[in-house]
């Protein structure tokens, strides 16, 4: 696996945490410390974590695919 390929995952693993994470504290403790309850039910609150996987599935299987060349080559915008 290359560097910059390797950096990209991980940028998607950590924003996906970050995203599911901050999802998770403003909608379900910040509102139970405040007001006694979450905005949404517990059940509702652990989905936010299956957007992880979700997000970091076919950022890394896209680059997979096109190491072994199941995909047609990248072209690039104005080239011949």
Do not use: K, N
Request: overall charge positive.
């Amino acid at each position: 696996m290359t560097e910059p390929i390797a950096r990209q995952r991980l940028r998607y693993v950590i924003a996906s945490l970050l995203g599911a994470l901050t999802i998770y504290v403003a909608v379900g403790q910040v509102p139970d410390v405040l007001v006694g309850h979450p905005l949404v039910g517990e059940d509702v609150l652990q989905l936010t974590f299956v957007v992880c996987p979700l997000v970091v599935w076919p950022a890394c299987f896209r680059s997979l695919l096109r190491g072994v060349g199941l995909r047609g080559p990248r072209v690039r915008a104005g080239a011949a």
